[in-house]
Nanobody, 125 residues
Framework: QAQLVESGGGLVRPGGSLRLSCAAS????????MGWFRQVPGNTREFVGA????????LYADSVKGRFTISRDNDENAVYLQMNGLKPEDTAVYYC??????????????????WGRGTQVTVSS
């Protein structure tokens, strides 16, 4: 079964930056639409952004637009979430997810078939 593994989380001060990585174990996922979500305990999972591999088109939540950037690396079969200007409210567990490549960008959790286990991001002084 295909696996997604996130990395790059940690503790950062407000205004700082982090880059999260999501590596896919299955080459077939390399052509998928990839999404990033985040979740705070007690809340539902929130859409952060997504990238469609075939077109390189991206979509972002309003809360992160202009601060976060999603990119991909075909050779590494990975997708990245560059987070700049981090705020305490960005604190959450961040998950990457994948959906079949024939489908476009999506913001709903249920539209994604594969999920990683998440990586914690904490923004605090």
């Amino acid at each position: 079964q295909a696996q997604l593994v996130e990395s790059g989380g940690g503790l950062v001060r407000p205004g700082g930056s982090l880059r999260l990585s999501c590596a896919a174990s299955d080459r077939s996922l390399g052509s998928s639409t990839m999404g990033w979500f985040r979740q705070v305990p007690g809340n539902t999972r929130e859409f952060v952004g997504a990238i469609r591999w075939s077109t390189d088109s991206t979509l972002y939540a309003d809360s992160v637009k202009g601060r976060f950037t999603i990119s991909r690396d075909n050779d590494e079969n990975a997708v990245y979430l560059q987070m700049n200007g981090l705020k305490p409210e960005d604190t959450a567990v961040y998950y990457c997810a994948a959906r079949p490549p024939e489908y476009g960008l999506a913001t709903r959790e249920r539209d994604y078939d594969y999920w990683g286990r998440g990586t914690q991001v904490t923004v605090s002084s």
